[in-house]
């Protein structure tokens, strides 16, 4: 079985700093990893991916996220936060025997205050 | 421009009363899912179609229906057996063939139990 975790359900961050949400995850196989964000009522935009290839995946806005094979972590980050990237962040991994399913995390919801 | 239309935006259901959700695509996509989202636990898989006229069960299917009798539609029936619908629902689609892509989202529709 496929899972992820994402141990923060709230991220406070100044603007003009960097964040990071973290995101670990449990597959058999290689990963196929992604990040999602939501803003309120409205439906998950696709971040960015990591498939293969090189660890430092780079996205849309400016995030990126590092594909760390031996801590089996995903965790997505920003060198400069924003007020407008405040919303609702979702991890998922599916496994490269394990069909078209992704899993989900429970999501955490980034705070970026003035 | 191609996308997932899910439609309505709001819905308002009366005690003992089945409404429909609709969801259609024209990414011709062969993957089609519907997820429930509640604060604080993330997105649960209700019913999920890998190709047309086949669907399966996902972790929470209990009071809920789905048919697939075209590629392009995926319709989830909310039934007076769910007891606790109020909920965001959340249609996606994928490319069955390639399991290296995530999904696509429409922007959900908002159910609540008056």
């Known amino acids: 079985a496929q899972s992820v975790a994402q141990p923060e359900d709230q991220v406070n961050v100044a603007e003009g700093n960097p964040l990071t949400v973290k995101c670990t995850y449990s597959?058999?196989?290689?990963?196929?990893l992604f990040w999602y964000v939501q803003y309120p009522n409205r439906g998950l935009q696709f971040l960015l991916k990591y498939i293969t290839g090189d660890n430092l995946v780079k996205g849309s806005y400016g995030f990126e996220a590092e594909f760390n094979k031996s801590q089996t972590s995903f965790h997505l980050k920003k060198p400069s936060a924003l007020v407008s990237d405040s919303a609702l962040y979702f991890c998922a991994v599916r496994g490269a025997g394990g069909g078209n399913k992704l899993t989900f995390g429970t999501g955490t919801q980034l705070k970026v205050e003035l | 421009d191609g996308g997932i239309t899910q439609s309505p935006k709001y819905l308002f259901r009366k005690e003992g009363q089945n409404v429909t959700l609709s969801c259609e695509q024209n990414l011709n996509h062969d993957a089609m899912y519907w997820y429930r989202q509640d604060p604080g636990q993330g997105l649960r898989l209700i019913y999920y179609?890998?190709?047309?006229?086949?669907?399966q069960k996902g972790d929470i299917a209990e009071g809920y229906s789905v048919s697939r009798e075209k590629k392009e539609s995926f319709p989830l029936t909310v039934t007076s057996a769910q007891k606790n619908p109020t909920a965001f629902y959340l249609c996606?689609?994928?490319?069955?063939?390639?399991?290296?892509?995530?999904?696509?989202f429409g922007s959900g529709t908002r159910l609540t139990v008056v």
């Open positions: 179609s890998q190709i047309v006229n086949d669907f």
């Open positions: 996606a689609s994928s490319d069955r063939g390639a399991s290296n892509y995530g999904y696509t």
């Open positions: 597959v058999s196989g290689n990963p196929y």
